[in-house]
Antibody, heavy 122, light 110 residues
């Protein structure tokens, strides 16, 4: 059974940092692209960042470029999102999601975690 | 990276059909056959309903179908049921390993 479990969310002051983790199981982690998607309270889904199965290819939304860094540890089947210089507008539930096709880019996402809430406030 | 355009809300009675549109550009929807649709109930994670424009994952009822013409994709739900009431999001690959979502559509089953 495929499982994705996010952790690391919480309350942080503006300008602060957080590192989110997404522990996975039930599939060959290194074969699939992974992504982070966020949802601000009462708002829609926003793609944040994606990374290839090998970790060599990655991309970011303009809204987080230069502040967030996506990475993965294929030996531990875990995805990460390092978030620096956090702003109030980064407040959201952050979901990790698995790419749907092996050895392909982020063309669709077939499994999602339950999300972890990040609140940026003083 | 502008969001894809979806109607904010649609509604239909049980048994009827509804169609949700998703308009992008030639750089996303029109440029790739990688449009997907997600269903999200309140407080839950999104669920994949359609991928590759018109393919259904196993377990998704065939009442859900997808299509695309030019820069606009569509999700049609036929034989509406009460449990279909949810938010629906389209999503498209946009090149350079990036993805863009639609703003979301709230489906109300009357």
């Amino acid at each position: 059974e495929v499982q994705l479990v996010e952790s690391g969310g919480g309350l942080v002051q503006p300008g602060g940092s957080l590192r989110l983790s997404c522990a996975t199981s039930g599939f060959t982690f290194s074969s699939f692209a992974m992504t982070w998607v966020r949802q601000a309270p009462g708002k829609g889904l926003e793609w944040v960042s994606g990374i290839s199965g090998s970790g060599n290819g990655m991309s970011y939304a303009d809204s987080v470029k230069g502040r967030f860094t996506i990475s993965r540890d294929n030996s531990k089947n875990t995805l990460f999102l390092q978030m620096n210089s956090l702003r109030a507008e980064d407040t959201a539930v952050y979901f990790c999601a698995k790419g749907g096709r092996a050895a392909a880019g982020p063309i669709y996402f077939d499994y999602w975690g339950q999300g972890t809430l990040v609140t940026v406030s003083s | 990276q502008s969001a894809l355009t979806q109607p904010r809300s649609v509604s239909g009675s049980p048994g009827q059909s509804v169609t949700i549109s998703c308009t992008g550009t030639s750089s996303d929807v029109g440029g790739y056959n990688y449009v997907s649709w997600f269903q999200q109930h309140p407080g839950k994670a999104p669920k994949l309903m359609i991928y590759d424009v018109s393919r259904r994952p196993s377990g998704v009822p065939d009442r859900f179908s997808g299509s695309k013409s030019g820069n606009t994709a569509s999700l049609t739900i036929s034989g509406l049921q009460a449990e279909d009431e949810a938010d629906y999001y389209c999503c498209s690959y946009a090149g350079a390993y990036s993805v863009v979502f639609g703003g979301g559509t709230k489906l109300t089953v009357l």
